[in-house]
């Protein structure tokens, strides 16, 4: 029976459900670059470059195996631009009798793929996790809060056990992966990939088509193959994972990447598998060459993070994205997209993800997702930005880290209680204080750093939504001491610095 394969731009790896019982004498790969794909948001320039020479050479990769490749440019003067014109297009040039493909890693896509003709959509068998399973799971227990989906996946999957208990006797050193980095302390350089050709005609395309889209195209240095992609890995196991855990949360000035792996773009586009990280974080730890506190952290942020939220977004879906517990309204501010901004940890975080469509962790929870929070962006902006902006954005990884962990727009389904902080963090964690206007030890007046009042006028604003929460009542019977004066003083001056930010204005064709 001959049939065709369709193989999207996240789904670039022979391991994929799609190509399993392949028959290369008869079936046919159809991959597709359409611009609808890097238009619904305005990705990255450096993202779409990624994605389309990893598709590139993943496609002569496939045809070095004798398979017949069926690989629409973007370029073609026939192509229709969206995937369901490029299927149908396909089935009527190779007249196949089924069409398999992988589901994929979006609702949107998701529901394109319901139309399309002959349509054998197979489960995405890359995590560790099936949805189904995640369901099950998630309703057995009470609670389907991350720590106990985590502990189980180690359990089923017996990573980091030891006679029956967590290795190391504890489940989680979250407490020891807290330190500020030591202003003496200067970490690796890191392992990035020089353009081949393919990768030099993609990046001419993107600048000719997509120029006017977020961020630098270059330096280029993302890996395009699967070779590439364990290089990286070997790199970040070797020279990094010893003190990922130590500095995990830290954040530094000038250094865009610390101890932090920089693999989920190839994770979530198939060039790495979670198992094979995790197995080789695993035997480096069993090797004597990185500590527990490192690996157990590392180890959680992919069996545990990665996995709970992608399950959370296909339970959820298409509800999830709708809700908006904390009535968040306003409109997302300019500086997201131009960076220009006094407040010197933000034009820090969003000067990296410009320039590398990548920030580590914390400075998107803790400083562009903070503030998002504290100034109550309207939650279908913010999402927007976050899925453009980063090589490592898809809808089921970046809408629950953003919808629910960062805005509490979930109402707690994510997590118990919002990630608000005020600059006493940003403080701690960080250099960026001291190159900046505002003084993180000032609360009210022209020095304040806007951290500060937006805190407490979050609290103020949200006191009906989040007072009764027991995770919050420290800070609300803090609050509950204030007095009137100072209380009418926070929300002046938050309302005053917020209205003074410029509004983004969207092109009116949004075509980008
Ligand atoms: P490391 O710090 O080295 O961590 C190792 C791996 O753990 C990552 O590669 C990633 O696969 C996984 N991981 C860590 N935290 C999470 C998490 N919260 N959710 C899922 N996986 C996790 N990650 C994405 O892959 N795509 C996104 O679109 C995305 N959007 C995010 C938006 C916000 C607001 C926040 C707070 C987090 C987001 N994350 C997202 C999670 C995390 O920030 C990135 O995975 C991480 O920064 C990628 O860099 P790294 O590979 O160096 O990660
Ligand atoms: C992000 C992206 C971009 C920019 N371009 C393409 C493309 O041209 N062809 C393709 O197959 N996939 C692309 N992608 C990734 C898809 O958006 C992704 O596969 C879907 O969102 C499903 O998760
Ligand atoms: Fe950010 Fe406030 Fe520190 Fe400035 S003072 S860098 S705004 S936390």
Same mark, same amino acid.
């Given at each position: 029976?001959?049939t065709?394969?369709?193989i999207l731009?996240?789904?670039? /790896?022979?391991?994929?459900s799609?190509l399993?019982?392949?028959?290369?004498?008869r079936?046919?790969?159809l991959?597709v670059?359409v611009?609808?794909e890097?238009?619904y948001?305005p990705h990255?320039?450096?993202? $779409?470059?990624? +994605?389309?020479?990893?598709?590139?050479?993943?496609a002569?990769?496939?045809r070095?195996?004798g $398979?017949?490749?069926?690989y629409?440019?973007l370029d073609?003067?026939?192509?229709?631009?969206?995937?369901t014109?490029?299927?149908t297009?396909?089935?009527?040039?190779?007249?196949?009798?089924?069409?398999?493909v992988?589901?994929?890693?979006?609702w949107?896509v998701?529901q &394109?793929?319901q139309?399309?003709?002959?349509a054998?959509i197979r489960p995405d068998?890359?995590?560790?996790?099936s949805?189904?399973?995640?369901?099950?799971?998630v309703?057995? *227990?009470k609670t389907g809060?991350?720590?106990?989906f985590y502990?189980?996946?180690?359990r089923?999957?017996?990573?980091l056990m030891?006679d029956?208990?967590?290795?190391?006797?504890?489940?989680?050193f979250?407490?020891?992966?807290?330190?500020?980095?030591?202003r003496?302390l200067r970490p690796?350089p890191?392992?990035?990939?020089?353009?081949d050709?393919?990768?030099?005609?993609?990046?001419t395309?993107?600048a000719d088509?997509?120029?006017h889209h977020f961020?630098?195209?270059? =330096?280029?240095?993302w890996?395009?193959?699967?070779?590439?992609?364990?290089?990286?890995?070997d790199?970040f196991i070797t020279?990094?994972?010893?003190?990922?855990?130590d500095?995990?949360?830290?954040?530094?000035?000038?250094?865009?990447?610390?101890?932090?792996? +920089?693999?989920s773009?190839y994770l979530n586009?198939?060039l790495l598998t979670?198992?094979?990280v995790c197995?080789r974080?695993e035997?480096?730890h069993?090797?004597?060459?990185?500590?527990?506190?490192?690996?157990e952290?590392f180890i959680?942020?992919?069996?545990?993070?990665?996995?709970?939220?992608?399950g959370?977004?296909?339970a959820?879906? =298409?509800?999830?994205?709708? %809700?908006?517990?904390?009535?968040a %309204? *306003?409109?997302?501010?300019?500086?997201?997209w131009?960076?220009? %901004?006094?407040m010197?940890?933000?034009?820090e975080?969003?000067?990296?993800?410009?320039r590398?469509?990548?920030a580590?962790h914390?400075?998107?929870l803790m400083? /562009?997702g903070n503030f998002?929070?504290l100034?109550?962006?309207?939650p279908?902006?913010i999402?927007?930005?976050y899925?453009?902006v980063?090589?490592?954005a898809?809808d089921?990884v970046?809408l629950?880290?953003?919808h629910?962990m960062?805005?509490?727009?979930?109402?707690?389904? &994510?997590?118990?209680?919002?990630?608000?902080?005020?600059?006493?963090y940003i403080d701690r964690?960080s250099?960026y204080c001291?190159g900046?206007?505002f003084?993180p030890?000032?609360k009210?007046? =022209?020095?304040?750093?806007?951290f500060?009042?937006?805190?407490w006028?979050?609290? $103020?604003?949200?006191e009906?939504?989040?007072s009764r929460?027991?995770r &919050?009542?420290?800070p609300?019977?803090n609050?509950? *001491?204030?007095?009137?004066?100072? *209380?009418?003083?926070?929300?002046?001056?938050?309302?005053?610095?917020?209205?003074?930010?410029?509004?983004?204005?969207? =092109?009116?064709?949004?075509?980008?």
């Amino acid at each position: 029976m001959k049939t065709l394969r369709v193989i999207l731009g996240d789904q670039v /790896t022979r391991d994929i459900s799609a190509l399993t019982d392949l028959d290369p004498a008869r079936d046919v790969v159809l991959m597709v670059e359409v611009a609808a794909e890097a238009r619904y948001v305005p990705h990255h320039k450096q993202k $779409i470059a990624f +994605l389309l020479s990893a598709m590139r050479h993943f496609a002569e990769a496939l045809r070095a195996e004798g $398979i017949c490749v069926d690989y629409v440019k973007l370029d073609d003067p026939d192509n229709t631009h969206s995937f369901t014109g490029e299927v149908t297009r396909a089935v009527a040039r190779h007249a196949p009798q089924a069409v398999v493909v992988t589901e994929p890693g979006e609702w949107r896509v998701w529901q &394109m793929m319901q139309d399309w003709p002959l349509a054998d959509i197979r489960p995405d068998d890359r995590f560790f996790c099936s949805r189904s399973d995640f369901d099950a799971l998630v309703k057995a *227990r009470k609670t389907g809060r991350m720590e106990f989906f985590y502990r189980e996946m180690r359990r089923r999957h017996d990573i980091l056990m030891r006679d029956d208990g967590p290795e190391g006797g504890q489940w989680n050193f979250d407490p020891e992966n807290r330190k500020p980095l030591p202003r003496d302390l200067r970490p690796p350089p890191r392992r990035r990939f020089a353009p081949d050709a393919i990768t030099r005609d993609v990046l001419t395309l993107v600048a000719d088509r997509f120029g006017h889209h977020f961020g630098d195209l270059e =330096p280029f240095g993302w890996g395009v193959t699967r070779d590439d992609a364990v290089l990286a890995l070997d790199h970040f196991i070797t020279d990094c994972l010893p003190t990922f855990g130590d500095y995990q949360d830290a954040m530094k000035a000038g250094e865009d990447f610390l101890y932090h792996s +920089l693999i989920s773009p190839y994770l979530n586009c198939g060039l790495l598998t979670a198992r094979e990280v995790c197995a080789r974080a695993e035997a480096a730890h069993h090797a004597g060459h990185a500590p527990i506190n490192a690996v157990e952290g590392f180890i959680r942020q992919i069996l545990g993070w990665r996995e709970y939220v992608r399950g959370i977004y296909w339970a959820e879906m =298409p509800g999830y994205a709708q %809700t908006n517990h904390l009535n968040a %309204t *306003r409109d997302l501010p300019a500086l997201y997209w131009t960076g220009q %901004t006094a407040m010197n940890c933000m034009a820090e975080c969003i000067g990296t993800t410009r320039r590398q469509a990548y920030a580590h962790h914390i400075q998107r929870l803790m400083v /562009t997702g903070n503030f998002a929070l504290l100034a109550g962006i309207a939650p279908a902006q913010i999402e927007e930005w976050y899925l453009a902006v980063y090589a490592d954005a898809y809808d089921w990884v970046e809408l629950p880290n953003v919808h629910g962990m960062v805005m509490h727009a979930d109402g707690g389904r &994510m997590g118990s209680k919002p990630y608000a902080a005020s600059g006493a963090y940003i403080d701690r964690m960080s250099d960026y204080c001291k190159g900046c206007r505002f003084d993180p030890k000032v609360k009210l007046g =022209p020095r304040a750093c806007p951290f500060n009042y937006l805190y407490w006028n979050f609290l $103020i604003e949200n006191e009906a939504a989040l007072s009764r929460n027991p995770r &919050m009542s420290l800070p609300y019977r803090n609050l509950e *001491r204030m007095p009137d004066m100072q *209380r009418h003083e926070i929300t002046r001056s938050a309302a005053t610095f917020l209205d003074s930010l410029p509004a983004w204005s969207r =092109p009116e064709s949004a075509s980008w």
